[in-house]
């Protein structure tokens, strides 16, 4: 095989599926879609932290999805790969909170001013009180996953 014979097979292999218009609006239905254009979808906070509590609990990536109402045929595997491993990787990293999307909170640019004490403690009460919320969902899943079980 030639070089550009191996850059064309490479190109077709990385090339993504793009979604019909009857695929965006099946998707945009499902309650775990935040957004879903031709080229992506974005999924929910809900969505990935239900994710991971089911991926620990022994789960498949694909079964996840399809308890979730997705359709793996027009989704594709290799995207439920991707987002399997992105979730996970940020989720080893920065816990619960790695999972959301702060592309709304965050425009990239640096903060001018700094933040006063009393800014930065409300700040920290309010990402212990997100903690402990998320710790309660989680026991509740794995109590309601015991429970299942039995």
């Known amino acids: 095989m030639t070089n550009r014979q191996l850059v064309e097979i490479g190109e077709n292999i990385m090339s993504k599926k793009t979604f019909t218009e009857k695929e965006i609006k099946e998707l945009s239905i499902n309650p775990f879609v935040k957004a879903v254009s031709a080229k992506g979808i974005t999924y929910t906070d809900e969505f990935k932290r239900l994710f991971i509590a089911e991926k620990e609990s022994g789960k498949f990536s694909r079964q996840i999805f399809e308890e979730a109402g997705?359709?793996?045929?027009?989704?594709?595997?290799?995207?439920?790969?991707?987002?399997?491993?992105?979730?996970?990787?940020?989720?080893?990293?920065?816990?619960?909170?790695?999972?959301?999307?702060?592309?709304?909170?965050?425009?990239?640019?640096?903060?001018?001013?700094e933040l006063s004490l009393e800014d930065?403690?409300?700040?920290?009460?309010a990402q212990i009180n997100l903690l402990k919320a998320e710790n309660e969902l989680l026991k509740k899943i794995r109590f309601a996953e015991r429970g299942l079980k039995k």
Do not use: C, Q, Y
């Open 70 to 113: 997705f359709d793996i045929n027009i989704i594709g595997m290799t995207r439920i790969h991707a987002a399997s491993k992105r979730w996970n990787a940020a989720f080893k990293m920065n816990g619960v909170l790695g999972l959301s999307d702060t592309r709304k909170g965050n425009s990239g640019r640096p903060r001018e001013r």
């Open 120 to 125: 930065k403690n409300a700040r920290l009460e």
